[in-house]
């Protein structure tokens, strides 16, 4: 985790833009007090890995702003892209807890700036404050619910249909810079593929037809949605 920026003031999380849309959006003021005196704020650059998977887990991260991918590396050795995560998420807490360890690795897509909290304090709190308890319980249920989804598109969809369902997945996790605009999230072919659980060669190809049905618009690495239902459609063919 990279040091502070010279001059960097700490953020109190009452004061937090990303507070009432994170597991800490009905914690009382007792609690986000105590929270900001435990954090480290750290920096990392787009490109750098956060957390590695097998690595000790010593605590979790609240985005505070930037984007980032968890993924997870396959029988194969292949990444995985299991979801995506923006201001208000938190990563890390999905640790094996026999084996004291993270589970995925996290990887900023961008310039991501994030709160730390280790577990040993981050527990304790969940003792003390039953709503940051529930609020954690809410957050596993949604993931487990995103996961099953995404198990059952890989295993019975097409990979034109798994190319276009990860655009969309794009799309649903940033959004884009408004109709037919290019999408806030900007992706390798590869880092789509590893999304959509498919090759590299397969997504230029599809994202190419696509493009020449004027289904999508391409410009590099961006892309823009021109037919958003059409999109869609592709998806239950």
């Not at 655009?167 to 037919?180: H, L, R």
């Not at 992706?187 to 997504?203: F, H, M, P």
Request: proline share 3%; charged share 25%.
């Amino acid at each position: 985790m990279q040091k502070p920026v010279s001059g960097q003031i700490l953020i109190k999380c009452s004061e937090c833009h990303t507070k009432d849309c994170s597991v800490l959006r009905n914690c009382s003021e007792e609690c986000l007090d105590l929270i900001t005196g435990l954090k480290k704020v750290g920096y990392f650059i787009a490109g750098q890995r956060i957390l590695m998977e097998g690595s000790a887990a010593k605590g979790i991260y609240f985005i505070e702003r930037g984007q980032v991918k968890i993924y997870k590396s396959d029988n194969r050795g292949q990444d995985v892209i299991l979801r995506f995560a923006g201001p208000g998420d938190v990563i890390g807490i999905d640790a094996s807890e026999d084996k004291n360890e993270y589970e995925v690795s996290a990887m900023a897509i961008i310039d991501t700036t994030v709160c730390f909290l280790d577990y040993q304090s981050f527990m304790s709190l969940t003792e003390q404050f039953p709503e940051l308890a529930i609020e954690l319980l809410k957050f596993f249920r949604k993931q487990m619910a995103l996961l099953e989804q995404k198990s059952l598109k890989l295993a019975t969809m097409t990979v034109p249909q798994k190319v276009a369902d990860a655009i969309i997945t794009m799309e649903a996790a940033f959004g884009s810079e408004g109709p037919g605009k290019p999408l806030k999230l900007i992706l390798s072919r590869q880092d789509i593929a590893n999304l959509a659980g498919t090759t590299k060669e397969q997504v230029s190809k599809i994202v190419s037809e696509l493009n020449s049905q004027n289904i999508i618009e391409t410009q590099g690495k961006l892309i823009s949605i021109l037919k958003p239902e059409r999109l869609k459609e592709l998806t239950y063919k």
